[in-house]
């Protein structure tokens, strides 16, 4: 199950039940299932104060995913700052705030079917694994 929740911010004008199928679609196809996935939309202030407390990071980011999987069934509870989103919108993606925060919705599933972007090389692995996400949208 999917849930969608805010934060001390105004829920996102997403359409929760397309989302979620196209969420689950994406999983599909890293042979995962979706288990428990809660979505925490929140500010820059709330993001900071989660990584902070339980990541010892004292940055903002637009995404923080704690990966509660098991096998091939992905769970977990991933917080998006729509602050940061918006300002990565700008930035990055033209201004289109609904295409960069897909982006970032898909990010932390990514995240929990096992791609990461930490280490060399990986950065590029997550963006091209995102964009063949967006274009199952």
Partial sequence: MISYQTEGVQMPAIKKRETTAWIKAVAASYDKKV??????????????????????????????????????????????????????AEQFANGDYERELNRVIIHGILHLCGINDKAPGEREQMEAAENRALSMR
Avoid: P, W
């Fill in 35 to 88: 288990g428990e996935v809660a979505y925490i939309f929140c500010s820059d202030e709330k993001i900071l104060e989660v990584n902070k407390q339980y990541l010892q990071h004292d940055y903002f980011t637009d995404i923080i995913t704690f990966d509660y999987s098991e096998g091939n069934r992905i769970g977990g509870d991933i917080f998006i700052s729509l602050d940061t989103v918006r300002t990565n």
